[in-house]
């Protein structure tokens, strides 16, 4: 399963919408990582390899989407993002968190396994 593109649109139904919530409200059921990038983004490109080796990796526990910040300003303004690449990390439940930055492939899985499927790895050992 590849990393998926995400709408304003696609993101109030499939993960929050801040049209009607006032407090955070996962849609989701898979714990979900959220890439605000832009095509001219260099940090962006590199990331964009990883999330996709990840999404393999683990296709059917967790969702990898996309946002393109040039085309969903208002999601992205919703979000604040001032700097691209940014992370959203969502747990299936709980807080999420924004990541700033370009994460190298270990921070990924680290986060991954500690904060979004910290269950499963503990069921699995």
């Keep these: 399963m590849a990393t998926i593109q995400l709408t304003t649109q696609d993101f109030k139904e499939k993960v929050f919408n ?10 989701g059921t898979l714990p979900a990582i959220i890439d605000f990038y832009a095509d001219w983004c260099g940090p962006c490109k590199m990331v964009a390899p990883v999330l996709e080796e990840l999404s393999e990796e683990y296709a059917g526990r967790l969702l990898i989407y996309k946002v393109d910040t040039e085309v969903e300003m208002e999601l992205s303004a919703a979000f ?21 930055g370009a994460l190298p ?6 986060v991954i396994e500690e904060h979004l499927l910290p269950k499963e790895s503990v069921a699995a050992k």
Excluded at 18 to 27: T, V
Excluded at 105 to 110: A, D, E, I, L, P
């Design 18 to 27: 801040y049209d009607i919530e006032k407090e955070w409200k996962y849609s």
């Design 80 to 100: 604040g993002i001032r700097s691209i690449p940014t992370i959203l990390f969502i747990p299936a439940e709980g807080e999420p968190s924004l990541q700033p």
């Design 105 to 110: 492939k270990n921070v990924f899985k680290q």
